[in-house]
């Protein structure tokens, strides 16, 4: 299955994408919990940033697209993080 690239005109999200595309590949490659759990924390923060932008506009399409896809992608840090708390 090929995962479709999360697409938005969002300069914030454009800005975000390649640095949290590199921290999802390392926790894609971590072998163990423990590194996988420091790298979502590292992907978690990256998505408050997103999730805080100052220039979020409720009406607007691509800001609730952004926010869609950091909210995702902060689910899945968290569940990582709690993954690991639980070994």
Same mark, same amino acid.
């Given at each position: 299955?090929?995962?479709?690239?999360?697409?938005? %005109?969002?300069?914030?999200? /454009?800005? /975000?994408?390649?640095?949290?595309?590199?921290?999802?590949?390392?926790?894609?490659?971590?072998?163990?919990?423990?590194?996988?759990?420091?790298?979502?924390?590292?992907?978690?923060?990256?998505?408050?940033?997103?999730?805080?932008?100052?220039?979020?506009?409720?009406?607007?399409?691509?800001?609730? %697209?952004?926010?869609?896809?950091?909210?995702?992608?902060?689910?899945?840090?968290?569940?990582?993080?709690?993954?690991?708390?639980?070994?």
């Amino acid at each position: 299955m090929i995962a479709k690239k999360p697409e938005t %005109n969002c300069p914030a999200f /454009q800005k /975000q994408e390649p640095i949290i595309k590199d921290i999802t590949n390392k926790i894609n490659r971590a072998k163990e919990i423990l590194e996988k759990a420091r790298f979502a924390e590292e992907l978690l923060r990256e998505m408050n940033i997103l999730l805080s932008c100052p220039d979020y506009d409720v009406k607007k399409t691509e800001c609730k %697209n952004c926010h869609c896809i950091a909210n995702l992608r902060k689910k899945t840090a968290e569940i990582i993080i709690k993954a690991e708390k639980l070994t």
